[in-house]
C-alpha cells in the first residue's frame, strides 16, 4: 500500500502526527489518515462534516483552537479538496 505524506483526509503531514498515522480496524497502522480523521478504521470527524467546505470550515476551527494563527489555518486547508477523500 502507499504511503502518505500528507492525510487524504485534512491534509495534515503524516510525519508530525505524533501516534504515525490512524489505525484500521484490524489495529494497524493507516498510511493514508492521520490519528486527528481515522482511528479503529472509521473516521473521526463529526457525521456532519460530509462535505469539502465543512471539512476546510471544522480544520480552521480546530487550529484556531490550538492556537494558530487564521490566515495560516485558512491557508493550510486549501489542499483539502485535492484530497482523496474529497476528489469527486
Known amino acids: ?15 508530525k502526527d505524533i501516534k ?5 480496524k484490524d489495529g494497524t497502522k493507516s498510511l493514508k489518515f492521520c490519528s486527528m480523521c481515522y482511528g479503529n ?5 463529526p ?3 460530509d462535505t469539502v467546505k465543512k ?12 492556537g494558530i494563527n487564521g490566515l495560516f489555518a485558512w491557508l493550510a486547508t486549501r489542499s483539502i479538496p485535492k484530497l482523496e477523500r474529497w476528489k469527486q
Open 1 to 15: 500500500m502507499k504511503r502518505y505524506k500528507f492525510c487524504q483526509s485534512c491534509g495534515f503531514p503524516m510525519k
Open 20 to 24: 504515525g498515522g490512524g489505525s484500521e
Open 41 to 45: 478504521g472509521e473516521f473521526l470527524t
Open 47 to 49: 457525521p456532519e462534516i
Open 55 to 66: 471539512m476546510q470550515k471544522y480544520c480552521i476551527q480546530e487550529m484556531k483552537k490550538d
